[in-house]
């Protein structure tokens, strides 16, 4: 059966100190607690040796991007390797702002799932439409393309090595939330994508995590429905009490 994850991804925030003192602060309070589900923290490519220091096998690590290149000379780049030797286990990947503001399209998310999963990263791969795809009607088409484009060249066996977050676009750090119920309409038309595709069983066995303005106060609803395994929580993972109100939201 799939598991419950929640994931903070903590984008461009924290120095390093401060960094790790929050990655000690979540794998404490993770400590008195049983949490039922899988809790991660994808942080910078800086902070992910020195945070790996600091935490139990209760948290999981991830990076928030990886290179499309194993190696060699690109400049500034970190890559699949690198994140993997750090002890991460994790990589966010195709998050709508390395779409946006990086121009990362699915020819290059291609490659990096394929050079994530060679390193025995888990890819959390993002997807989700922006405000007017949602308005005029064309947001179930356009999560599909994404999935179909960027992952429907991998073989069964890896499609189910991945995580999934449907992050409509217009709810990210914008304090609007998909209500319930759509998030529930884009899971089950997401889990349907990728029945059609690799069956049943790999569909019924894939999580599917919410994000856009996750928090306490309404991961319980979201939460709650059956096609949401969970949610990448960026804001609200910056804060160990906010990111346990929603680790214990399960
Ligand atoms: P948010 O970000 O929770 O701050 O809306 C979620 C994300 O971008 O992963």
Known sequence: MRKNIVAGNWKMNTTLQ?????????????DKVTPKCDVIICVPFTHLAPVAGVINDKLGLGAENCADHKSGAYTGEVSAPMVASTGAKYVILGHSERRQYYGETSETLKEKVNLALANNLTPIFCIGEVLEQREN????????????????????????KLILAYEPVWA???????TD?????????????????????????????YGGSCKPSNAQALFAKPNVDGGLIGGASLKAEDFMGIVTAF
Not at 18 to 30: R, S
Not at 172 to 178: L, P, Q, W
């Open 18 to 30: 401060e960094g790790v003192a929050l990655a000690k602060e979540v794998n404490d309070a993770l």
């Open 137 to 160: 009607g064309t947001y179930l088409d356009v999560v599909k393309a994404q999935i179909e484009e960027a992952l429907f060249d991998l073989s069964a066996e890896d499609f189910s």
């Open 172 to 178: 990210i750090g914008t304090g609007k939330t998909a």
């Open 181 to 209: 119920d759509q998030a529930e309409e884009m899971h089950a038309h997401i889990r349907k994508v990728i029945e059609d595709k690799y069956g049943k069983e790999v569909a019924e066995n894939t999580s599917i995590l």
